[in-house]
């Protein structure tokens, strides 16, 4: 069956560029995770959505980033005036159940270079 | 405040049994241990999950003990497709979810 999907799996912006991120988690998941990853870093826990109700944005680095899942399906991780050190793999993650304790299904991220 | 440590990198050999730990000394009553394996270019895999004692499943072992401040995962008979980067991480409830926390993983090198 279809797995987490994520666009544009690359993208390249210019410095002060706004840059939108789409997650489709697997149908009828309940919770979506999206992470930031560095080169050769972990995974760095950024947002928590249940269905359409974002629970936790600790994580974001700044408010120029700002995520949406408004119909509890798909999800959108927006950066705004882009800068060099937001370079990163951008990783969406749902699961089946509320909590995110069931297996986290990642999609294959997007790798954003901001120039 | 990093919430979990591991090796940097490990080498193996096929057909070995392959045993990463990880140290945890900061975790909660209520955390789980998850393990995730990832390729390069490719987002992070379940592999295993546990909360104490051992839990084993079609791919790997999950050892904790009983303080629960390391566990290790265990995989048997590598082979060279194993090659990947391991993560441990523990979830800490907040709220009604969990938030995960990655480290900076284990590269695990098969050799033939």
């Known amino acids: 069956g279809a797995g987490v999907s994520q666009s544009p799996r690359y993208k390249v912006a210019k410095r002060g560029q706004d840059v939108a991120l789409r997650c489709d988690p697997i149908?009828?998941?309940?919770?979506l995770f999206w992470y930031q990853q560095a080169l050769g870093q972990g995974p760095e826990f950024l947002t928590y959505?249940?269905?359409?109700?974002?629970?936790?944005k600790s994580g974001l680095p700044s408010d120029r980033f700002f995520a949406e899942r408004p119909e509890g399906s798909v999800s959108t991780l927006k950066i705004q005036r882009t800068q060099q050190e937001d370079s990163a793999v951008y990783l969406c993650?749902?699961?089946?159940?509320?909590?995110?304790?069931?297996?986290?299904?990642f999609g294959p991220g997007t790798r954003l270079l901001v120039l | 405040l990093a919430k979990t440590t591991q090796p940097i990198s490990m080498d193996s050999y096929e057909g070995q049994e392959v045993n990463i730990t990880c140290s945890h000394n900061?975790?909660?009553?209520?955390?789980?241990i998850t393990w995730y394996q990832q390729f390069p270019s490719q987002g992070p895999r379940f592999i295993i999950q546990?909360?104490?004692t051992k839990v084993t499943n079609e791919v790997a072992s999950l050892f904790i003990p009983a303080d629960r401040k390391s566990s290790t995962l265990s995989l048997p008979r590598v082979s060279l497709s194993d090659t990947a980067v391991y993560y441990c991480?523990?979830?800490?409830?907040?709220?009604?979810?969990?938030?995960?926390?990655f480290g900076s993983g284990t590269k695990l090198n098969v050799k033939p």
């Open positions: 993650a749902s699961s089946l159940d509320r909590d995110g304790l069931e297996t986290q299904y």
């Open positions: 149908s009828g998941h309940v919770s």
């Open positions: 959505f249940q269905n359409e109700a974002q629970l936790d």
């Open positions: 900061n975790i909660a009553t209520n955390d789980y």
């Open positions: 546990g909360y104490k």
């Open positions: 991480l523990v979830g800490e409830p907040v709220d009604n979810f969990n938030k995960f926390y």
